[in-house]
C-alpha cells in the first residue's frame, strides 16, 4: 500500500471468519436497504450461504458495536419473498398494470442500451435524463454511466434539491468547503485522542439525530457526550426527549429558522458577544452583517418564529459564552424554498463566535477522495455540459456540483423545452413515494417518456407506474462495494455474503451497461478492479481496503491558519477575499443577496393569512422513524409492526376543535391535493402545527392502484418549487385543513 499516512483500526479477527457453525464477515452497512452512515457490521452466514443473524462491530469506531433495528433486522429484508430476483419486461402500453414478463439479464440490458442508443440517435444524450435515491454508495457509477452516455443530466426528482445539498452549495458558496460537527469522528481512537476537545454546548438545529442523520454522523455521539457533560441547546418544533435534556429548547415555526438565526445575531453583536479577533482576522463583511441584523430583534423573531424572545436571547448567550460551540444540522434546514440564506444565516453565528476550525468545534472534514459531485465528469465534455437543465438560470450549479436542476429537468419534460426529455434511467429511488413533490404531476411527466427503466429491491409504486424495464438490485450483503462516507470520511468496504436470486449490484449494472453504451469509459474486466480504479488517487487497491477497513486520514485543525484550504497553499479559505464571506461575493456575483435574508414561508400564516380560514394548520411533513429509511422497510413485517400507520402529530387541544381523536383516520387536504393519515393525539406540538410521516405506500396494496399511494402519499399536499438560487423546496412548511374520514373511505 502506498503511504499515505493513513491510520488503521487494529482487528482481533480477520475480515472474515468462523464462530462455531457460522461465518462471519466484518463490513459496512451501505444502503440499500438501511441509510447512509456505513455502520460497522458483522454479518453471519450459515453454510448454505444464507444471512441469519447481523450485529455490530464492536472494533469499528464508528458505532461501535451499536446498531438501529433497520440493522438488526436486515435477514428478514434479505430473505423477504417480494424481492425483485429476476429481470422484468412489459410493453410500453401496459405501464400501471402487472403485466410482466420474465426477461434474462443479457437480453435485458442489450434492450435497455437499444432503446436508450435510439433516443440518443433521434434527440440528441441530452434527451435522457439519469436518477437514482438517497444517500447511496451507487451515484459515482451511475453519474460515470451517465456521462460516459453523453448526457448532462445526472438528476435528483427533488424540487430545488431540497436535502443535504443546499447546506453544502451554501457553504462553499460562502467559505469554500463543508463543516461538520466536531465529535472526534475523524480519529480512530475518538474521544482519547489527546488533540481533541468536547464541545461545552452542541446546537442540534432542525435534526433529531437519535433516529436519523446524513453527513457520516451517528446520533448517538450526542447522547455519549451528554454523559461526558457536554450542554445541548435543540431548535426544533417539537418536544423530543433530546429537546427534554436541553439547556433550552427553541420550538421553531416550520420554515423560519432565518429569522431566528439572523435574531440570535443581533443579540450576540449588539451584546458584545462575538469573537473580535477571528472576525477581525478571517471574515469578510461583519460590519454590513451588523447593520443587517437590526431589525431583527427577539422580539420580532417572536411574532415571526413562535419562539419566545427570552428563550432566544439565552440560546444565543450560550453559544457566545461556550468554548467551543458546534453545530449539528438536518435536512429541515434545507426544506425551505430560501434554504440557502436560512443556512447562511446559521453559519455565521459559529463563524462570528469563533468555532471554526478548532477542536470541539465545527470542522472541515478530511476527505479520502473527493467524489461526492460524481465520478468521470471528465468524460463529457464542456459543450455537453453546457446543456445541463438549469445550468444557464442557476449559476450555483456551476459551483462543484455536476447535477442537473430537478425542477428545470420537470420543466423540461412537461413543456420540451429547452430540449424534450424523452427516457429515464432510475436506479433505486421510489420517488414518487419519498422526494417528489406533487407526484401525481410528476407520474404523469415519466408516462410520456418513450422509454424509462431501472433497477430497485422490491417492486415499488414508482416501477408500477411506468417503467418498461425493472432489474433486480442487490441488497448491500449480497454485494461487495466501497465508501469513503459523507463528512469526516473513513474509508470502509462492503463485503458481499450471500446471493439472492438473481440479483446483481448497482455496481456491476453499471459496469455491464457501460460496456454497451460507451466501452471506452469502461475498461474493467469486473467490479473489484473497477472499485480499485475509481479509489486510485488514495494509493489503496479494494483488497487491501477489504482486509484494513476502517482506514483514516490523519487530521489537524486551524486549517485556514496553515494553508491547507487553499489550492495555492496561502492562509485563509477558498474564497474571492480569502476569508469566510458573512457578505458574500459569490451571491452578489449570481444576483443574490449577498447577506442573509429571511422570506416569509408561503403559503404560510403571515405571508397568506387569506387562506387560514380554509387551511388553518401549518403542515410540517418528514419525520424520522425509527423502523423505516423514507419509503424503504415496509415490507419487513416486525419493522412494520412498529409504526403500522401514517401518522398525522396533532395537539390535544386541536383534535377538540376538530373533532377528531386519537386513532381516527382522517384526510390532510390543501389547494394541491389530500392524503390519508392516522391521528396521533401528542401535546409535543404546538397547537396551529401538524406534522405527518412522509415515504408511505401499503406493498399488501392493489398493484393496478399503485398499492395505494393515491391516496397515502403526503407528497400531493406540496407544490414543485425552489428557491433563488435553485435550491430549496417547500416540504416543511405548507398549509392544510385536517377532517374525518367518512365510513367506507
Known sequence: MEERDYQFVEHENPYTYRDGDLTVTRGSAWSGPGCHLGCGVLLYTNDEGDLVKVEGDPEN?????????????????????????????????????????????DEALDLIAAELNKVKEAYGPESVIFSCGTGRDIAPYIT???????????????????????????????????????CAQQFPDRYDNPAWQMPETMFVWGNYPLIANSDGFFGHWVVDLMKRGMKIVMIDPKVTWLSAKAEVHLP????????????????????????????????????ELSEHVQPFTPEYAETTTWV????????????????????????????????LPAGQAIMALFQVTGNVEVPGGIIVPPEILNYGGGWGFELLGDEQNEKRLGLDKYSLFRLGFQAAHPNTTVEA????????????????????????????????????????????????????????????AAMFPERDGVRLGDGAQRAEAINKVCQVGEC???????????????????????????????????????PELREAAPVYLPFEYGKHEKGLLRPDGSPGFYTATGRIELWSTYYKNAGLDPLPVFDEPAPGPLATPELLDEYPLV?????????????????????????????????????????????????????????????????????????????????????????DIGDLCINNLIAWGNGKSGFGGNYKTNLCKVYKMKEGE
Open 144 to 182: 460515470r454511466l451517465c456521462w460516459s452516455f453523453g448526457s448532462p443530466n445526472f438528476v435528483n426528482i427533488f424540487s430545488g434539491n431540497a436535502c443535504y445539498l443546499p447546506r453544502v452549495a451554501g457553504c462553499i458558496a460562502t467559505t469554500g468547503a463543508f463543516w461538520v460537527a466536531d
Open 61 to 105: 469506531p464508528f458505532n461501535e458495536g451499536r446498531l438501529c433495528v433497520r440493522c438488526l433486522d436486515l435477514p428478514e429484508m434479505v430473505n423477504n419473498p417480494k424481492r425483485l430476483t429476476h429481470p422484468l419486461r412489459r410493453a410500453k402500453a401496459d405501464r400501471g398494470h402487472d403485466r410482466w414478463e420474465r426477461i434474462g439479464w
Open 252 to 287: 421553531v415555526r416550520p420554515g423560519t429558522d432565518a429569522a431566528l438565526a439572523l435574531a440570535m445575531m443581533n443579540v450576540i453583536i449588539n451584546e458584545d458577544l462575538y469573537d473580535h479577533d477571528f472576525v477581525d482576522r478571517w471574515c469578510y463583511g461583519f460590519e
Open 413 to 472: 419534460m412537461k413543456t420540451g423545452r429547452p430540449y424534450p426529455i424523452k427516457a429515464a434511467w432510475v436506479q433505486t429511488s421510489n420517488f414518487l413515494a419519498c422526494m417528489s413533490a406533487n407526484s401525481t404531476e410528476v407520474a404523469e411527466c415519466f408516462r410520456k417518456l418513450d422509454f424509462v427503466a431501472g433497477a430497485d429491491l422490491f417492486m415499488t409504486p414508482t416501477i408500477m407506474a411506468f417503467y418498461d424495464v425493472v432489474l433486480p
Open 308 to 339: 419566545p424572545a427570552e428563550r432566544i436571547r439565552k440560546a444565543a448567550r450560550i453559544l457566545a459564552a461556550s468554548r467551543p460551540a458546534t453545530l449539528q444540522w438536518g435536512v429541515a434546514v434545507d426544506m425551505t424554498k430560501e434554504a
Open 619 to 707: 403542515l410540517c411533513t418528514g419525520a424520522r422513524r425509527w423502523p423505516f429509511f423514507h419509503s424503504e422497510h415496509r415490507q419487513a413485517k416486525r419493522l412494520l409492526a412498529m409504526h403500522p400507520d401514517p401518522w398525522i402529530e396533532i395537539h390535544p387541544e386541536t383534535c377538540a376543535e376538530l373533532g377528531v381523536a386519537d386513532g381516527d383516520w382522517v384526510w390532510v387536504e390543501n389547494m394541491l391535493g389530500r392524503a390519508k393519515r392516522r391521528v396521533k393525539e401528542t401535546p409535543i406540538f404546538d397547537p396551529r402545527i401538524v406534522a405527518a410521516d412522509h415515504g408511505w405506500w401499503n406493498p399488501e396494496g392493489d398493484p393496478e392502484n399503485l398499492y
Open 504 to 542: 446483481k449490484s448497482d455496481m456491476e449494472m453499471n459496469l455491464e451497461l457501460g460496456r454497451r453504451l460507451a466501452p471506452e469509459a469502461w475498461p474493467r474486466e469486473n467490479v473489484e478492479d473497477m472499485f480499485t480504479e475509481m479509489i486510485a488517487s488514495s494509493g489503496i487497491t479494494f
